[in-house]
């Protein structure tokens, strides 16, 4: 019989306490009691079809089942919570809703894998006994998805976003709109979804959200505690925006659309007003579907704007996006530019040699991000056989997206917010696609931005992630088997 701390919990929570001898069973007459109707309904769900069991979700005292309540514990973050296991009963105590959802995410990875299964299972559906006391490292655990360079519908992502949520990821970024296409409907400039958002890499018809779509997600998202974050690239990556609106365009003529995989060709005309009317005007209806905090503007590999254009440039827009109360973040080419109060830098170059551009955004006392490319880069390819991605930052395998420390990457940079994994997806089609360049490594990274620096190391990772892929494949996650990882 194993102890709690024993179990495979993935990302490890802060604080583990076994009690030994003592065990949980789930029995059929179970009831589920809870101070938040949702949290105890999406409990109920998600263990309704593997058990059989009725699970009513009741208001009263709990003879035996599972308790969620919202109350003051000695935690102060929002997301942590506590959970304890004894004979009759587990109870999971946070002061927020958040921090109730963690709590259960924990407890389901306490359950046997075959919990995970959308059919009865035999069970027996025993938790060993025990306290876990939990809360994050960071505040920002995120992924990214390129929705340009390939559209994918927003099922797949509210499937992704349930990927995230399960490892307690908070955040997920979309990258709305790039050379090879614009993906979110805008009312003022409607020929961006119609016309840029019409193909992809490749040639294929692409497609785009429409304001309904967007904010569809935005609400499935938030029911999982996760922030979408959007991203309009400016003032390169716009060959899309160029070709649905020529004016946009120093010489006035439309581009051809865009179907390569190459970067840093186009540019918006920054010397034109129109180019600001347009940048305020997407802006304005982008913020107004985003209750998050942030908003993404881009601002890489703008190779194609000049230096001078480019500082212009950001100095008009930035603070466009703190007047409609949204903070800005940019991809760490922005560090020079004159910067708005709590300005965020997602740095995304390799781990040893930060370059001149995060130094500035450091020495402004911009917010760092961070998803160095050589660890982080879900689009990387795990090794040279994997039979998509790309390699220009190099093979990132399971353990190279775990083992380093966030803390210690860039010296210097006090104001670490977190850590995010972008999947660029000039080479990713398909759902399955996606799942195999991001698992195993997203829920490395989940970890990485959850747990605590000293309850990792790779030997005790690699044993408690191994046991994750029978649950991936009940959940139909197809994954790449890194021969690192002990796979049952
Ligand atoms: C660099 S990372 C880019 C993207 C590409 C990616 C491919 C960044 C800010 N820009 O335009 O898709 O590399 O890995």
């Known amino acids: 019989m194993l102890t709690i701390d024993e179990l495979t919990v993935v990302p490890m929570p802060a604080e583990v306490i076994p009690s030994p001898g003592v065990l949980f069973t789930l029995r059929p007459g179970a009831t589920i009691r809870s101070g938040s109707a949702f949290a105890g309904q999406q409990l109920a769900e998600a263990l309704r079809p593997a058990t059989g069991f009725p699970l009513p979700v009741v208001d009263g005292p709990v003879e035996h089942g599972i308790e969620l309540v919202l109350a003051e514990i000695p935690e102060t973050s929002p997301e942590a919570y506590v959970l304890e296991i004894d004979e009759r009963r587990i109870a999971v105590t946070a002061r927020a809703e958040a921090g109730l959802f963690y709590g259960v995410q924990t407890l389901l990875q306490l359950l046997p894998s075959t919990v995970e299964a959308r059919t009865v299972q035999a069970g027996p559906w025993t938790v060993p006994g025990g306290r876990i006391a939990d809360r994050p490292r960071y505040g920002y655990r995120g992924a990214m998805l390129d929705v340009a360079r390939h559209f994918f519908g927003v099922e797949v992502l509210m499937r992704f976003v349930d990927r995230l949520s399960r490892y307690k990821m908070n955040i997920l970024h979309l990258h709305l709109s790039d050379d090879q296409g614009w993906r979110i409907a805008v009312d003022a400039w409607p020929r961006l979804a119609t016309v840029g958002g019409a193909t992809q890499v490749g040639g294929g018809t692409g497609g ?26 400016m003032p390169g990556h716009v060959n899309a925006a160029l070709a649905a609106y020529p004016e946009l365009n120093d010489d006035g003529v439309a581009p051809p659309a865009y179907t390569g995989v190459d970067v840093g060709f186009s540019t918006l005309s920054v010397g034109k007003d129109v180019t600001y009317t347009f940048a305020r005007q997407v802006l304005e209806e982008v913020a107004a579907l985003t209750p998050g905090p942030y908003l993404h503007i881009g601002g890489d590999e703008a190779q194609s704007t000049q230096t001078a254009d ?13 007047a409609l109360g949204k903070t800005v973040v940019g991809w760490h080419q922005v560090g020079p530019a004159a910067r708005e109060p709590g300005r965020i830098a997602q740095y995304w170059g390799h781990t040893p040699e930060p370059d001149e551009d995060v130094r500035a955004a450091i020495a402004q006392g911009d917010r760092i991000l961070l998803s160095p490319a050589d660890r982080v880069y879900l689009d990387m390819k795990y090794t040279p056989e994997t039979p998509i991605g790309l390699d220009w930052a190099g093979h990132v395998s399971t353990r190279t997206a775990y083992d380093w420390d966030p803390a210690t990457l860039l010296p210097g940079a006090p104001d670490v917010i ?10 990713v089609a398909t759902e399955a696609d996606i799942d195999l360049l991001a698992f195993p490594r997203l829920p490395a990274i989940a970890e990485l931005a959850w747990s605590p620096q000293p309850a990792r190391d790779w030997p005790g990772f690699r044993a408690r992630l191994a046991a994750h892929g029978p649950r991936w494949a009940h959940r139909g996650i197809g994954y790449h088997p890194d021969p690192e990882i002990p796979w049952p």
């Open 418 to 427: 977190g850590v995010e994994a972008p999947l660029w997806t000039e080479t």
């Open 208 to 233: 785009h959200y429409t304001k309904a779509q967007y904010a569809e997600l935005v609400r499935y998202a938030a029911a999982r505690h996760v922030t979408i974050v959007p991203e309009i690239d």
């Open 310 to 322: 480019y500082l212009e440039f950001l100095r008009r827009v930035q603070p466009m996006v703190t």
